[in-house]
């Protein structure tokens, strides 16, 4: 019997193709939300000890996948931002927007073999446009 030792590359890895997973069985917005037009995601992120990554923006149209999961944008960093329970609690009520803040769970390198906890704070904004109905 081969004994397969797990690295950090491959639970890494595997972490990774669940996430991709779980976007596709997620479907598509139109289909999860048939009312909804567009959902807009700004992600603001700060570290509060060294520069933090770029703002990032996503504007997500109907056909795009209803699975709102980014990964941690520090490369070395094994974690994601998990916004899917903030944008179906705003899709829910049909409002508008919607902002908060969380912590990267993840953890990263810091020389040598030892990880540490990300902590990359990110605060969010989640718009939405509805369908016109007429």
């Known amino acids: 019997m081969r004994i397969v030792s797990r690295t950090t590359r491959s639970a890494l890895e595997q972490r990774r193709e669940e996430s991709l997973r779980r976007r596709m069985a997620a479907g598509t917005i139109r289909r999860a939300f048939p009312h909804v037009d567009q959902i807009r995601v700004q992600l603001r992120f700060g570290t509060g000890k060294e520069s933090a990554p770029s703002a990032q923006l996503h504007e997500l149209h109907a056909p795009a996948p209803a699975s709102f999961e980014f990964s ?11 916004l899917n329970a903030a944008v179906r609690s705003l899709l829910a009520v049909s409002g508008n927007h919607a902002e908060g803040s ?25 718009s939405a446009l509805y369908r016109l109905r007429g």
């Open 102 to 126: 969380l912590e990267c769970s993840g953890t990263r390198a810091h020389g040598g073999a030892a990880r540490r906890n990300c902590r990359l704070h990110l605060e969010y904004r989640i």
């Open 72 to 82: 941690c944008p520090i490369g070395d960093c094994d974690g994601s931002l998990d």
